[in-house]
């Protein structure tokens, strides 16, 4: 059974950092690509980041481009997303999620499962 959890979420303030951790299980870590999407209240999920199975291609939105960095350890299953320099912007319902893939996709439409997400607020 493939469970995804996310972790790290929390409040913080404007320009602080945060890491998001997803832990995954149930399926063949090292031979999927993983994703990073979130939610704002009202808004469409939109994509933030993808890692390739090796860990050698990333992806960014132009949005976090510069200040969240994704990368993952195989070993642990794990997929991570350091943020930094975090605005109320970057407030939202932060998703990790898995395609099969074998190129990075900033479609969630490709990805076919997603963890419960963790909140993450940044108050100004």
């Known amino acids: 059974q493939v469970h995804l959890v996310e972790s790290g979420g929390g409040l913080v303030q404007a320009g602080g950092s945060l890491r998001l951790s997803c832990l995954a299980s149930?399926?063949?870590?090292?031979?999927?690509?993983m994703g990073w999407f979130r939610q704002a209240p009202g808004k469409e999920r939109e994509f933030v980041a993808t890692?390739?199975?090796?860990?050698?291609?990333?992806r960014y939105a132009d949005s976090v481009l510069g200040r969240f960095t994704v990368s993952r350890n195989n070993a642990k299953s794990t997929t991570y997303l350091q943020m930094s320099s975090l605005s109320p912007e970057d407030t939202a319902i932060y998703y990790c999620?898995?395609?099969?893939?074998?190129?990075?996709?900033?479609?969630?439409?490709?990805?076919?499962?997603w963890g419960q997400g963790t909140q993450v607020t940044v108050s100004s």
């Open positions: 890692l390739s199975r090796a860990g050698g291609v990333a």
């Open positions: 999620a898995r395609t099969t893939r074998k190129l990075t996709s900033t479609d969630g439409g490709d990805y076919d499962f």
């Open positions: 149930g399926f063949n870590f090292n031979g999927s690509t």
